[in-house]
């Protein structure tokens, strides 16, 4: 069992930054970021193995790094240039075996989710 807890959510104005940190029990294969707008679907946006590949959804590609402090067991997804669409709840989770963000079901651990507003 993999227990996550993201932080760092908040408000902010178009074109500003945030950081989410998801303190993780420990680290598996694969770690994602995740999100849910409302009347949406959650949906992958980044993704990091064990030995560091990434992986970015179009739409926060060059303005969200995803990466991941091994000595701390935590999660980072630092978000720049932030526009009111990436207005939604950010979760973390983690996957044993597979590392593809875009399939949800291959992640069996989940954080509770944090808000993140950006106003326009």
């Known amino acids: 069992q993999v227990v996550l807890v993201e932080s760092g959510g908040g408000s902010v104005q178009a074109g500003g930054s945030l950081r989410l940190t998801c303190a993780a029990s420990?680290?598996?294969?694969?770690m994602g970021w995740f999100r849910q707008s409302p009347g949406k679907e959650r949906e992958g946006i980044a993704s990091?193995?064990?030995?560091?590949?990434?992986d970015y959804a179009d739409s926060v590609e060059g303005r969200f790094t995803i990466s991941k402090d091994n000595d701390k067991n935590t999660l980072v997804l630092q978000m720049n240039s932030l526009k009111p669409e990436d207005t939604a709840i950010y979760y973390c989770?983690?996957?044993?075996?597979?590392?593809?963000?875009?399939?949800?079901?291959?992640?069996?651990?989940w954080g509770q989710g944090t808000q993140v507003t950006v106003s326009s």
């Open positions: 989770a983690a996957s044993g075996r597979y590392c593809n963000y875009r399939r949800l079901s291959d992640f069996p651990y």
């Open positions: 990091i193995t064990r030995t560091w590949t990434t």
């Open positions: 420990e680290f598996v294969e694969c």
